[in-house]
T-cell receptor
Framework: DTGVSQDPRHKITKRGQNVTFRCDPISEHNRLYWYRQTLGQGPEFLTYFQNEAQLEKSRLLSDRFSAERPKGSFSTLEIQRTEQGDSAMYLC????????????FGQGTRLTVV | AQKITQTQPGMFVQEKEAVTLDCTYDTSDPSYGLFWYKQPSSGEMIFLIYQGSYDQQNATEGRYSLNFQKARKSANLVISASQLGDSAMYFCAMREPRSNFGNEKLTFGTGTRLTIIP
């Protein structure tokens, strides 16, 4: 399978714990995006990488969130000291970066904070 | 102001009928791209169709077509001959060129839940 893959698919954690999600984009895509989707809403942009450089972060991304993309390949999204409001689907997408090319999404990681 | 507006939270359609899902958008940039994605209950966002702002023809992909009315800033998705497997959430999204960092992120609407009735 050469699509975008995310791991884990589901994560249940206690409030206050740290969690880390992984995204493996399509190999030739240099652009990688993280989105968050809450119930009944469309995905909202969190952060963007071009190769290994994190070039933009949404104001939705509080200082408890950090993302990395070492070597411009896979990416990780870490949430520290999780809160119940962090419960959401976290989607990763990659693209070739042109205006007319679609972004390919992974199946997402559904986070539940209890 | 909302960048992407989808006014139909839910729709029920009889199998084999055509369905139109509405989408309006707001941008001041002359160059932009419009996308429709399908999200089944499994969660994955599946790309359906793309329309560029300079495209003269409406986009078509199999049973999907995009009714692009630039002056009205609308980009409605038309699904012909609906099937049970079309039941899902449908999202309209826009990509605008960014001068800063080349971040051509997608901005999504709130979606329409389509249910096909046998």
């Amino acid at each position: 399978d050469t699509g975008v893959s995310q791991d884990p698919r589901h994560k249940i954690t206690k409030r206050g714990q740290n969690v880390t999600f992984r995204c493996d984009p399509i190999s030739e895509h240099n652009r990688l995006y993280w989105y968050r989707q809450t119930l009944g809403q469309g995905p909202e942009f969190l952060t963007y990488f071009q190769n290994e450089a994190q070039l933009e972060k949404s104001r939705l991304l509080s200082d408890r969130f950090s993302a990395e993309r070492p070597k411009g390949s896979f990416s990780t999204l870490e949430i520290q000291r999780t809160e119940q409001g962090d419960s959401a689907m976290y989607l990763c997408a990659s693209s070739a970066g042109q205006l007319n090319t679609e972004a390919f999404f992974g199946q997402g990681t559904r986070l539940t904070v209890v | 102001a909302q960048k992407i507006t989808q006014t139909q939270p839910g729709m029920f359609v009889q199998e084999k009928e055509a369905v139109t899902l509405d989408c309006t958008y707001d941008t001041s940039d002359p160059s932009y791209g419009l996308f429709w994605y399908k999200q089944p209950s499994s969660g994955e966002m599946i790309f359906l169709i793309y329309q560029g702002s300079y495209d003269q023809q409406n986009a078509t992909e199999g049973r999907y077509s995009l009714n692009f009315q630039k002056a009205r800033k609308s980009a409605n998705l038309v699904i012909s001959a609906s099937q049970l497997g079309d039941s899902a959430m449908y999202f309209c999204a826009m990509r605008e060129p960014r001068s800063n960092f080349g971040n051509e992120k997608l901005t999504f609407g709130t979606g329409t839940r389509l249910t096909i009735i046998p």
